[in-house]
């Protein structure tokens, strides 16, 4: 019994780990087979596998969104600043940010645990009737943002495109509308325009891997609590959101905004589960697999699945510190020429493999708006209008 718990634990974190450095293979997908494989172990078992490959994931999924600039709905925020610091030359650097925050934050996050089960139900009825309003203050954010009134029109304009986009992908019947259109809004423009550089992706003049801990660890703490907010409030399922809406609010350096978004992203993973077991809702694809399997989470179910986490979270955390650097190294070290046609190659076949000729649409549509803020010059981050508006329209249906 032991060597199996053992064996699904180390099989879950070794997928979890390939699973965010490969670009599009979500955690879902996975879980995905596992339940289609019907293994014939206990459920406990099954549970942890499925939980050790979730939060084992949660650092290295920083790897293709920062160095190959392929997000997912988690990491499509930080993806800026990290890709930010790489141009710098402080790749490893923002790996290695990445790394810090996403065990802080877990180690944060499940010391409030107790609190959350207690207040999550009160909690989630109060701030149930303010979605509408929270998202669309962050619509008119992200349009004020810009300094002038022609970049302000054109931000509004990313904004309701991507929007558009985003409430027709959500209704295409697709499994994973995410991969295209992310991939398009944000990797296959930047391949493109990087086609025309003659500067590579990754400055390696001066790579530097350090950092100052100790002045992250607020802005991961502040995040830890606000990653809860991504369960509760009805609507704002990704964190990404949560971050984003913040962001405007809060003036961040690089290091800082990308810190703070890690923390949302690991603190919301873990919070997810504390949601499905004290007032029902499932907010990630993990949380909603795992409560499938054991037909609900129990207090008992919970702190052996928050152990799971704490332990893949570290190990992951620790494996990405220890080669943040050299992996920097050797992506700098590409051929970028080389490396951004491989891309525009292999990413629509990928898309095409998992979502067929409905999901090549959606990248060319993505792709045409990507490009939008690049020629405007108005902020790429006007695009995750694609996740606001469809979830604030819900919200006002609802």
Not at 53 to 62: G, I, P, T
Not at 120 to 136: D, E, G, K, N, R
Not at 150 to 169: H, K, M, P, T, Y
């Amino acid at each position: 019994m032991t060597n199996i718990l053992f064996l699904t634990f180390i099989i879950g974190i070794t997928f979890g780990i390939l699973a965010g450095i490969l670009p599009g293979i979500h955690t879902n997908t996975l879980q995905s087979i596992v339940l289609a494989l019907h293994l014939p172990i206990e459920s406990e078992h099954i549970a942890i596998l499925l939980a050790s490959m979730a939060f084992s994931r949660l650092a290295f999924e920083a790897v293709p969104a920062i160095l190959l600039f392929v997000p997912d709905e988690e990491t499509v925020v930080s993806m800026l600043p990290g890709h930010r610091l790489a141009h710098e030359g402080k790749a490893g650097m923002a790996l290695n940010i990445y790394a810090f925050s996403t065990v802080a934050s877990a180690a944060f996050a499940s010391l409030l645990l107790p609190i959350s089960l207690a207040c999550f139900p009160l909690i989630y009825s109060v701030l149930h009737p303010f979605t509408s309003l929270a998202l669309a203050l962050a619509c008119i954010a992200m349009v004020f943002s810009e300094p002038g009134f022609l970049d302000r029109f054109f931000a509004l304009v990313c904004i309701l495109v991507s929007g558009a986009l985003g409430w027709a992908s959500f209704n295409s019947g697709l499994n994973d509308p995410f991969l295209p259109a992310f991939t398009g809004m944000f990797a296959i423009p930047a391949a493109i325009f990087a086609l025309n550089s003659k500067t590579s992706n990754i400055n390696l003049s001066q790579q530097n891997s350090e950092f100052k801990a100790s002045s992250l660890l607020p802005l991961i703490f502040i995040g830890s609590v606000l990653g809860a907010l991504a369960d509760l409030f009805p609507g704002m399922g990704s964190a990404a959101q949560i971050g984003l809406l913040v962001s405007f609010l809060v003036p961040f350096n690089s290091e800082g905004f990308l810190a703070f978004t890690a923390a949302i992203s690991s603190s919301h993973l873990l919070f997810s589960l504390a949601a499905s077991s004290s007032i029902g809702k499932a907010r990630t694809g993990a949380a909603a697999a795992i409560a499938s399997v054991l037909g609900g989470l129990e207090s008992n179910d919970l702190m052996m699945l928050v152990g799971t986490a704490l332990i893949s979270i570290s190990i992951s955390s620790a494996f990405l510190h220890l080669f943040s650097k050299r992996i920097a190294e050797e992506f700098g070290r590409f051929d970028h020429q080389f490396l951004n046609i491989s891309m525009l190659a292999f990413l629509p076949l990928l898309v095409y493999f998992t979502e067929g000729i409905r999901g090549l649409i959606l990248l060319g549509a993505a792709s045409a708006a990507g490009a939008m803020p690049l020629l405007a010059g108005c902020k790429r981050v006007h695009l995750m209008g694609f996740i606001i508006l469809p979830a604030l329209a819900n919200s006002l249906i609802n």
